[in-house]
């Protein structure tokens, strides 16, 4: 999954080459599930709702979705807190949308639609960055920027994910792919 690699798992590979100098790793991301049967590599990182015949194990399971934003437009919602007039921007093929967010929140959802899409967590994130809207993500994605005080939570509220982080592999790992499955299932 290009999302988990590029903003959960890069950050700490580090750390797996410290602890596994001799073992080398390709990182091939994918962005759709179709792109997922294409590959009989290794193993896979999935993100969906699960239910395929080859389905291992769950990483990241009980997801929350909550609203980021950069600061700035953190700084645009009125003094009722009512975050549904800001911008927001679409996060195609996740399951959670805006109009689940707002329904599931009591706020009102704004007179229009979202008028920015896309279908990659980090395209939509840099968005977010910018100040053109808010973004639908989760704690997998979010941490760094979090913590980097890059985005916010302009509100206090989530609702659950029905998607989570699977990870697939064949049935016989080799000596290094269980060590970085073990790795990561540490981390998760």
């Known amino acids: 999954n290009f999302a988990f ?6 950050s ?3 750390e797996f ?11 091939v991301p994918a962005l759709w599930e179709s792109d997922y ?3 009989n590599e290794g193993i896979e ?3 969906g709702t699960g239910g ?3 389905e291992k194990s769950i990483l990241f399971g009980n997801l929350d979705a909550f609203p980021v934003c950069s600061p700035y437009l953190a700084q645009s919602i009125g003094t009722d ?3 549904a007039n800001l911008p927001a921007i679409s996060m195609t093929g996740m399951s959670e949308q805006w109009d689940d967010f707002y329904q599931a929140t009591g706020m009102t959802p704004p007179g229009h639609k979202p008028g920015l899409a896309t279908p990659s967590f980090n395209i939509a994130l840099e968005m977010a960055t910018l100040g053109m809207g808010m973004v639908l993500g989760h704690q997998v994605v979010c941490d760094r920027y979090l913590e980097d005080g890059t985005l916010v939570k302009p509100s206090g509220h989530s609702i659950p994910m029905r998607e989570c982080y699977y990870m697939v592999h064949e049935e016989e790992l080799s000596k290094q792919e269980q060590l970085f499955v073990d790795w990561i299932k540490s981390r998760t």
């Open 5 to 10: 690699s590029s903003l959960w798992l890069v």
């Open 52 to 54: 395929w015949t080859d």
């Open 81 to 83: 807190g009512n975050i």
């Open 45 to 47: 990182i999935r993100f």
């Open 37 to 39: 049967r294409q590959r």
């Open 12 to 14: 700490r590979l580090q």
């Open 17 to 27: 080459q410290a602890l596994h100098p001799g073992v080398s790793l390709h990182l």
